[in-house]
């Protein structure tokens, strides 16, 4: 990004009398002011910003992106990342799976896409359930999962992180409906656990040992019952304090 950031480097200069004139100031050429190696971050930032620079900038953004694109694609070789597994396409089809090192591939033929393949924590938003005897419940959980499949992941769902939250919520939602609120306990959070695991497995995914976890499970009180308790208590004449 900042190779394409210097080339582009004497169009910024056509459009942007006030950012040259920054850059002489400063002591630098006018390419290192905005993104040359070793002047981490200026070209980006600058270019980046179209609600702040107009019209230019989009501009310049668009072609910044469509000149990083094609040098990824001009590029003979591909470097995976420790932490990242990926796949290459070639002519958009699915050709091999790249784990971390160098590799070769076929300059304009060839695409490389990687995603990050380690331990992963997703949050999930409380739900309001209800148990099997009745009672209404609030429950939150996480969970941990980690790339097992990079090329199902990659190419057989849209949206990861909103597909294990789906899944994840209507397992604790199935689980919950068909539980007794005084049954709940250790082997609670493993079925749930064991119904996450074999949904987003299909997706190359593999949630963690003890990987789904609750972290609030409490009884909820509906303003619904809390009126009918008032509604109750001072018919009875008890004080509201007292009712409970």
């Keep these: 990004m900042r190779c394409a950031a210097a080339l582009v480097a004497d169009a910024v200069d056509s459009l942007s009398g006030g950012e040259r004139s920054k850059a002489r100031g400063s002591g630098r050429t006018f390419p290192e002011f905005f993104g040359a190696p070793g002047v981490p971050g200026r070209a980006v930032d600058w270019l980046l910003a179209p609600a702040e620079r107009g019209v230019g900038s989009m501009f310049l953004q668009h072609l910044l992106e469509q000149l990083t694109a094609l040098w990824e694609l001009l ?5 995976v990342e420790a932490y990242e597994n990926g796949v290459v396409l070639r002519l958009g089809r699915y050709h091999r799976t790249l784990t971390p090192g160098f590799h070769w591939k076929i300059p304009l033929a060839e695409r490389y896409i990687g995603t990050n393949v ?6 999930l938003g409380s739900q309001s359930l ?7 419940v609030v429950v939150s959980a996480i969970v941990k999962y980690h790339i097992a499949d ?5 190419l057989e769902v ?8 789906d899944v994840a919520m209507a397992g604790i939602r199935q689980v919950v409906n068909r539980t007794a609120w005084e049954e709940f306990d250790g082997d609670t959070d493993a079925a749930m656990e064991a119904l996450v695991r074999d949904e987003v497995r299909r997706w190359g995914i593999e949630i963690e040992p003890g990987g789904l976890v609750l972290t609030d499970l409490q009884i909820c009180r509906s303003i619904r019952h809390l009126f009918s308790d008032r509604a109750g208590s ?3 004449g008890i004080p509201p304090q007292e009712a409970h």
């Excluded at 209800?130 to 209404?136: E, M, Q």
């Excluded at 990079?150 to 990659?154: D, G, Q």
């Excluded at 849209?158 to 939250?165: E, G």
């Design 75 to 79: 590029l003979p070789w591909v470097v």
């Design 118 to 123: 380690v331990v992963t924590t997703l949050n």
């Design 130 to 136: 209800t148990t099997r005897d009745g009672k209404g």
């Design 150 to 154: 990079v090329s199902k992941f990659l």
């Design 158 to 165: 849209n949206d990861a992180a909103d597909a294990i939250a």
């Design 234 to 236: 001072k018919h009875a």
